[in-house]
């Protein structure tokens, strides 16, 4: 119990990440039993409700305008681009080199802070950066060759799916850097949450999909989707308040790799080594943009004891 209450807000954020690693399969699972625009809608639904139930409602008049107007509108689209391009996906494989192409996201944030920022920089990040992309290069490519031509003809398969994915991990880079100025130190997650599960909603409403069928095992992993999702955002809110955040931010570098492990095992999949190789790629290429940008501790000079 001591363990506990001295590293409680370390460990909501290790369980956070643990949860964010299920999300990749929960959404594809749930896109399967409910179709991707009705289930991702359901989903964020009961996430929101969850929210709420948690950490409350939040009043609009708590936060800045332009925090809720661009903060907000960004995060919609985040998560419906994500959702939607799991969802859509052709198959689970294809499923999950979308999930990969998400998780960039670490790398173009750092990669756009360095090109908005008038600050030197260590021009490692370029090549770290690089090594990022050429991971998905070699997701999508799989065991056919990393080539432009095989790039292109995978891609053209389904390029809606593609083009969301790739949308998801500019749009996320943009609301970290953005939301960070305008928040004010607030937190409007909830708010976004709802705000998602409308905009979904209305998607729905105006999309070919009609019905759903309701089972005790869908039910329960649709529940399931939305309580993690949830969860994992409301954890994470609290480990930010006290957590250790040098390692906790270390560990989220790590997110495709556990989010690899569980959806193959969960999603019954197999994954070829070319695929295991490309999101070792961007693991190491996102951690190697954060060891080379991230800010040296001062030293400080050694004060005279009075020992000799």
Not at 145 to 170: H, K
Request: charged share 10%; hydrophobic share 55%; with cysteine.
């Amino acid at each position: 119990m001591a363990f506990f209450s001295e590293n409680k807000y370390t460990l909501f954020g290790v369980a956070a990440i643990i949860l964010w690693s299920c999300i990749v399969a929960l959404i594809r699972d749930v896109s399967e039993l409910f179709g991707p625009i009705g289930g991702a809608a359901m989903m964020y639904t009961i996430s929101a409700l969850f929210l709420t139930l948690v950490m409350g409602l939040p009043k609009l008049s708590d936060f800045p305008k332009r925090y809720l107007i661009i903060g907000g509108s960004l995060f919609v689209l985040y998560e419906i681009c994500l959702a939607l391009s799991l969802g859509m996906s052709t198959n689970r494989h294809q499923a999950m080199e979308m999930a990969v192409i998400n998780y960039l996201w670490p790398a173009i944030t750092i990669l756009l802070s360095v090109m908005l920022s008038k600050k030197k920089v260590n021009r490692l990040v370029y090549p770290s950066v690089a090594i990022a992309f050429m991971g998905v290069a070699w997701c999508i490519a799989g065991d056919s060759g990393l080539s432009l031509s095989v790039l292109a003809t995978n891609m053209t398969e389904n390029p809606a799916t593609y083009f969301m994915a790739f949308s998801a991990a500019f749009i996320w880079a943009i609301y970290c850097l953005t939301t960070k100025q305008l928040s004010n130190g607030k937190n409007a997650i909830t708010l976004f949450f709802i705000a998602t599960a409308v905009a979904l909603w209305v998607k729905y409403a105006l999309s070919g999909e009609t019905g759903f069928e309701f089972s005790v095992s869908s039910t329960f992993t649709l529940l399931l989707a939305g309580i993690v999702m949830g969860a994992g955002y409301a954890l994470w809110n609290q480990a930010i308040m006290g957590g250790n955040l040098i390692l906790l931010g270390t560990l989220s570098y790590f997110i495709p790799v556990f989010s690899a492990i569980f959806s193959s095992f969960y999603l019954a999949i197999t994954l070829p080594v070319s695929f295991w190789q490309g999101v070792a790629l961007v693991t190491f290429g996102s951690l190697m943009c954060y060891l080379v940008t991230k800010d040296k501790p001062k030293t400080r000079s050694k004060k005279y004891s009075g020992a000799g």
